[in-house]
């Protein structure tokens, strides 16, 4: 192909930098909104388990409706996670002095219950536990501490009533080695599923963030992965980023159509109906001159942020004015992409042949026909209409 071809293109409009600091910030209010989530479904579980007196606040709203514009998310997302740091702190301390409360009750129960001394004249129960007995009540109380509130504390419980049982200093710290067994599996499990959360909750956010732009099929599909429990994270990952990089590549693709559209109507180019939606959707479209009647101009952005520009003659055109074509082409494409620069759309030119060096390609006759000066004067009302203008 003949004429100059460019290459990588990129978006600098004030339109793409609000699109780019809304998405940052729309996946930081949603990482927010699912660690209240997670707050939420803890407080609940511990008002149930150790009767914490702490209310869960309501649950945020989605990011769509949190706000239109990049500063109105930031504001929403930071005053959600201050929201959030108190609610921890008021949790921890809450979960911290019930735990202790429980554990005092308990252990007073065990001393009441202490086995009974039946030597001598009467029966009288032991003054004070042993110095074992206070040991092992000690180390059970540093594992009560560190077990998670949400799971089942029957090894506890038993741990704890069969050291006030013990006979001996072995006998007990049996019990407390298999309480710290169990502890800390708790605990490994408990790390297991709130990483795995934090990744699906991190998943959930970026698909938020691109749901102006992305896919609507396989953002829902992708969500519908992310409520399975045995979902493949990595898999799921990859998806997902690449659907984002997609999203973000059409949303500027769509803008630098309609700036290309503009210049070229500017410049006196003719383009008929749905030119400018063709072109953001990886479609090859030709803009006709009044004085071209067997030329066009070719136009394409790819998926890739690559943009090409070269001239097509009609497939039953002669060749004798193709040069002279080629040549009005190549140094108008310096005024467009100096055009399209100060509107936000810079072309990056890879290599340009010399007009004539190269055949042109031959496009159907019906496509010329159709951006053709034969009849037709440049025509903005068909741009100003397609975009509402």
């Not at 909104?33 to 606040?57: F, H, K, N, T, Y």
């Not at 998310?73 to 429980?102: H, I, Y």
Request: glycine content about 8%.
């Amino acid at each position: 192909m003949s004429g100059p071809k460019c290459g990588a293109y990129t978006v600098e409009t004030a339109e793409a930098r609000e699109a780019r600091a809304y998405a940052a910030a729309a996946v930081e209010y949603e990482r927010t909104r699912s660690q209240l989530d997670a707050l939420r479904r803890e407080i609940r579980i511990a008002r149930g388990v150790l009767g914490v007196d702490v209310v869960a606040p309501a649950a945020l709203p989605t990011v769509g409706t949190a706000g239109v514009t990049s500063a109105e998310v930031t504001a929403a997302a930071r005053t959600a996670r201050a929201a959030v740091r108190e609610l921890e702190a008021v949790l921890s301390s809450s979960v911290a002095a019930a735990t202790e409360r429980r554990w005092a009750d308990q252990v007073a129960q065990v001393i009441d219950d202490r086995p009974v001394d039946t030597g001598g004249d009467r029966a009288h129960t032991t003054d004070a536990p042993g110095p074992w007995v206070a040991r092992a009540l000690g180390e059970l109380a540093e594992i009560a501490a560190a077990w998670p509130v949400e799971d089942r504390r029957e090894v506890l419980d038993r741990a704890v009533t069969a050291v006030g049982a013990a006979g001996s200093a072995s006998g007990a710290a049996l019990e407390v080695a298999r309480a710290r067994d169990e502890v800390t599996r708790l605990r490994a499990a408990r790390r297991a599923r709130l990483a795995r959360d934090a990744v699906m909750a991190d998943l959930r956010a970026q698909l938020e963030a691109v749901r102006r732009w992305g896919d609507a099929v396989e953002l829902e599909a992708l969500a519908a992965e992310l409520d399975d429990p045995g979902a493949d994270l990595d898999a799921v990952a990859a998806r997902v980023a690449r659907l984002g990089t997609a999203a973000h590549a059409a949303r500027d693709r769509g803008q630098a159509a309609a700036i290309l559209t503009d210049v070229l109507v500017e410049m006196g180019y003719l383009v008929d109906e749905g030119f400018s939606t063709r072109l953001a959707a990886d479609g090859d479209v030709l803009a006709g001159r009044p004085e071209w009647a067997d030329h066009a101009a070719s136009f394409r952005l790819d998926a890739q942020g690559r943009a090409y520009l070269h001239i097509v003659r009609a497939n039953d055109a002669p060749a004798d004015v193709d040069e002279r074509v080629d040549a009005q082409f190549c140094d108008e494409v310096d005024v467009l992409a100096e055009r399209a620069g100060r509107k936000g759309l810079r072309l990056g030119e890879v290599r340009r042949f010399a007009p004539g060096t190269r055949p042109l390609r031959e496009v159907d006759r019906a496509r010329i026909g159709a951006v053709s000066g034969a009849g037709r004067t440049a025509t903005p009302k068909v741009f100003a209409r397609e975009h509402g203008r």
